[in-house]
Nanobody
C-alpha cells in the first residue's frame, strides 16, 4: 500500500515557477514509477510527466517538454515536479500517482494523491 500527498501548488503569474512535491509512505516506494497528471475544469485528466522507480528514466508530454522537470529522492520518499515558464493553460489540479510501470495511461497507476491546485494568471 502506498499513500501519496501532493504539496506546493498555488497562484503564480505567467512566466513564473512552482515546484510540486509528492510525498509517499511505504518502504517499497522506490519500486514504483510515479506519474504526474493534471485536470482542468471541464477537461479530461491528462498526462504531464513520469519517472521510473530509480529516477533514471523520464517522460514528458509535448506541452511541457523543456519547461517541466520531474525528479525523485528515494531516501526521502519524495518525487518533485519543477515547473518553469508557466502559462495560463497550465492551470489545473495536479495529481501524482504511483504504479508498477512508467506510463502515460492513468489507468495503469494504482495509487493517487488528493491533488494540488495550480493557477497561472496572465
Amino acid at each position: 500500500q502506498v499513500q501519496l500527498v501532493e504539496s506546493g501548488g498555488g497562484l503564480v503569474q505567467a512566466g513564473g515557477s512552482l515546484r510540486l512535491s509528492c510525498a509517499a509512505s511505504g518502504r517499497t516506494f522506490r519500486r514504483y514509477a510515479v506519474g504526474w497528471f493534471r485536470q482542468a475544469p471541464g477537461k479530461e485528466r491528462e498526462f504531464v510527466a513520469a519517472i521510473s522507480g530509480s529516477g533514471g528514466s523520464t517522460d514528458y508530454a509535448d506541452s511541457v517538454k523543456g519547461r517541466f522537470t520531474t525528479s525523485r529522492d528515494n531516501a526521502k520518499n519524495t518525487v518533485y515536479l519543477q515547473m518553469n515558464s508557466l502559462k495560463p493553460e497550465d492551470t489545473a489540479v495536479y495529481y501524482c500517482a504511483a504504479g508498477i510501470v512508467r506510463n502515460i495511461d492513468p489507468r495503469l497507476y494504482n495509487y493517487w494523491g488528493q491533488g494540488t491546485q495550480v493557477t497561472v494568471s496572465s
